[in-house]
């Protein structure tokens, strides 16, 4: 049976024992401090077998006839050792005599002077594993691969409509997965380091996720302002079919008359008529038979060189949006996830 002890000076054994009625053979102590081990090797004997220690039995009465003729001699069954890794046997002492006006009783048998002791001169040191760091440094890599795919899912959920918070619990599940996947092996410090990994890719994905749905509000209002233009071209067309300079004045007299007041035909100067078919009949052309896409239109109307007034506008929408941004992230239900994701990422990984 092997027995392994933590002895009280911090060093670890174990060692091969033959145990005699549930209990240790013999004696044990530690080669180092001297500590006695022969109770804990009697507990643990007893609970590898299922029994509780045996006590010793009190020796039998000896008879007052027996008394009078002196202390009998008992022989005493050999004593088994202890099978230990180049252990040395130690050799039998021989026997004392009989000490003189004593008579041994018939068939027994002088006991040794000296009790026998095994020693114990080379015992295996239990030597705990140390890091795989090949293996750490692997499950490293792979939680940041993992990181780098759940934050590209969570972006493009988002894109797709997909707009749950729950989708940071994905991200967290693809960190640990690919940690123990490539690395093969989990501890505390890659657990900690895939749960970093998994915050810093959530917070990177709704970052540009929120900056999309912040902006995204110009975008859909240049894609309104773009089919009112093609509505309105096809009415200019409509009423300037060719392009001459009467369907033009009279088209300009039209607009800019109200019911109160009409504009005289003859106040529209050639140079105007020149200018509003050069800027805007054109376009309008162009509009109306679809041969201007919008990001073709947005292009040359709308993505001009801003001015002054423009770029403090921008820093404002700006400031606006990691303003809201941190609202968002400092949510109840937002911390919530991250929390939880966290700890995902860390439980996947820490075992």
Known sequence: MEIKILCSCGSKYKFDVEPVDGRAPTELACPKCSSNWTETANAIIAQSLGTAPLAVAPAPAVPDAHRAAGPVRVALPAKPGIRLSNQQQAPAEPEAPAESGEEAAPGASVPSKKRFRPKIATVDVLKEDGPDWGKFWLGVGG????????????????????????VALAVAAA??????????????????????????????AQYFAARVWFFEEDERFAKEYFEEMVVESKEVVAAIPNGTDDEIRAYLVKWQSDDDDVIDPATITPEEIQSYREEYL????????????????????????????????????ERTFKFYFVLLVLSKFNLACLAGAAGLAYKMTDI
């Open 143 to 166: 939680a940041l691969i993992g990181a780098v795919i759940g934050a590209l899912l969570y972006y493009f959920l988002f894109i797709a409509g997909i707009r749950s918070k729950l």
């Open 175 to 204: 960190a640990g997965g690919c940690a123990r996947l490539i690395g093969r092996k989990g501890s505390n410090e890659l657990g900690l380091l895939t749960a970093i990994f998994s915050l810093l890719a959530i917070l990177a």
């Open 282 to 317: 054109t376009t309008y052309q162009r509009l109306a038979k679809q041969e201007l896409t919008f990001e073709q239109w947005r292009k040359e109307f709308l993505d001009d060189e801003p001015d002054p007034g423009d770029e403090e506008t921008s820093e404002e929408d």
